[in-house]
């Protein structure tokens, strides 16, 4: 249920290490720390005991970090992303999938830069850079899912598009100096950063292979990099530091593909989305052949009419969710034939599974002058960070389906 959070206009002190002396009243408020919000895709959360990420576990020990962050359905990199900078879950912001088709605005797809870039996929919610810079303030994002587009006529003042091809030492080199507040030395109060290395090995090799390990390796390197140039300037105990993921990843096994056909004819329904969380739209005069075909329990996945879902997956009432939703058993795929057939020889990653699933809970660390120190918080749903967003940067929440007592935990003063 979407509730309207109320602004929080008066912050507690103990959120604001500017806070440290009480404003007298004519001395202007004091400026809450900047937030830092990283995002690492596709790291399981139990990764982070296994060694890999030194930078990570300090950023633990000196902060605080969940066992398990449970993402949104479908556990997939843009819904997730949305959901984590709006509050809202993917039914209502309307990110429904990295894959749809709308009769209005056609094919939206990861690939294509210009449905990527039209704002009337996004509008549904306004993600916090939006807030932040409609409050007056500055923001910045290394990529973020949404913000190459201008949403509700607004983008971060200093933002850089996705680009693979940009080095982890350049992206964080970029992050340093928004942070310092160049060129104009007015900090934003929100910065963003995105990095996909980790979720590109665990879809190629699998969350169990070297390879995984030495992506999270290669990015917690790069959180390194971040923690030396901000306790070089000076901002690393002015900086509330936010690491997340969007979702786990689960092996999927050699043959463990299906292809469309195998789950109803073309001639039947027609497939919108491919991979986990699988969206068919009946043929014209076709329903009661594609419900047929496809609803209830079958030996990996099993599908209902979109109003049908499991409530707990806050899922099936947008119009761009697909008629029909078939949810694959973990471990299960289903791909274009020519991908199952070059398909390289063992185990490869996957993701897009029951959120509730231990390999799809997300990470989440979370270090600064607000945070509680060396503390482990029990699981908490990813809409729950939103409000912590608002309430850190000092800026009223939008409507959004975060509890916005979650997260106290995390604080290093509660408010009263
Ligand atoms: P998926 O694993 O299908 O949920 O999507 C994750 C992939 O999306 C990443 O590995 C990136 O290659 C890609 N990606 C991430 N951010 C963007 C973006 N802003 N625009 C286009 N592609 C992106
Ligand atoms: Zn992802
Ligand atoms: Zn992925």
Redesign the pocket.
């Known amino acids: 249920m979407i509730s309207i959070r109320l602004p929080v206009a008066a912050l507690t002190c103990a959120l604001l290490a500017a806070c440290a002396s009480s404003p007298t009243p004519h001395s202007p408020p004091p400026t809450p720390p900047t937030v830092l919000l990283l995002s690492i895709?596709?790291l399981r959360a139990d990764m982070l005991d296994s060694g890999n990420s030194p930078n990570l576990s300090r950023l633990a020990r000196e902060g605080v970090r969940s066992v398990g962050m449970r993402p949104s359905y479908p556990s997939?990199?843009?819904p997730n992303?949305y959901t984590l900078v709006t509050g809202l879950r993917p039914d209502h912001h309307g990110l429904v999938h990295?894959a749809m088709n709308t009769d209005e605005l056609g094919d939206f797809r990861?690939?294509d830069?210009d449905a990527?870039r039209n704002p009337a996929w996004w509008e549904g919610g306004e993600p916090i850079w939006v807030s932040v810079e409609k409050a007056g303030y500055k923001s910045a994002t290394w990529?973020?899912?949404?913000?190459?587009a201008p949403i509700r006529g607004l983008q971060a003042q200093q933002r850089r598009?996705?680009d693979?091809n940009v080095p982890l030492p350049e992206r964080m080199q970029l992050v340093l100096s928004w942070l310092e507040g160049a060129p104009d030395a007015v900090k934003p109060r929100f910065v963003a950063a995105?990095m996909?290395h980790v979720?590109?090995a665990g879809?190629k090799y699998g969350p169990d292979s070297p390879e995984y390990a030495a992506a999270l390796r290669q990015v917690d390197a790069a959180v390194g990099m971040l923690i030396d140039g901000m306790t070089a300037d000076g901002s690393l105990d002015n900086t509330n530091i936010i690491v997340v993921s969007?979702?786990g990843m689960a092996t999927v096994k050699q043959d463990q593909q299906l292809i469309p056909d195998d789950m109803v004819a073309p001639e039947i329904a027609r497939i919108i989305s491919f991979?986990q969380s699988v969206g068919f739209a009946p043929q014209p005069g076709k329903q009661a052949e594609a419900e047929k075909a496809l609803l209830g329990r079958h030996a990996h996945y099993e599908c209902w009419n979109k109003a049908q879902l499991p409530p707990r997956w806050h899922y099936g009432q947008n119009p761009r969710v697909p008629a029909i939703v078939c949810q694959m058993d973990e471990g299960w795929d289903v791909v274009t034939p020519s991908m199952r057939t070059k398909r390289t020889p063992g185990n490869s990653g996957?993701?897009?599974y029951d959120p509730a699933l231990p390999s799809m809970q997300a990470v989440f660390v979370a270090r600064g002058p607000a945070f509680a120190q060396g503390k482990q918080l029990t699981a908490f749903d990813n809409v729950d960070v939103y409000p912590l967003l608002t309430r850190l940067i000092g800026i009223p929440a939008q409507p959004n389906d975060g509890d916005p007592k979650a997260l106290e935990q995390a604080l290093r003063e509660p408010s009263k």
Do not use: A, C, I
């Open positions: 895709d596709g997939l990199t843009f992303h990295n990861l690939s830069r990527v990529s973020w899912p949404g913000s190459e598009p996705f693979e995105y996909e979720d590109k879809h969007d979702h991979g996957s993701h897009g």
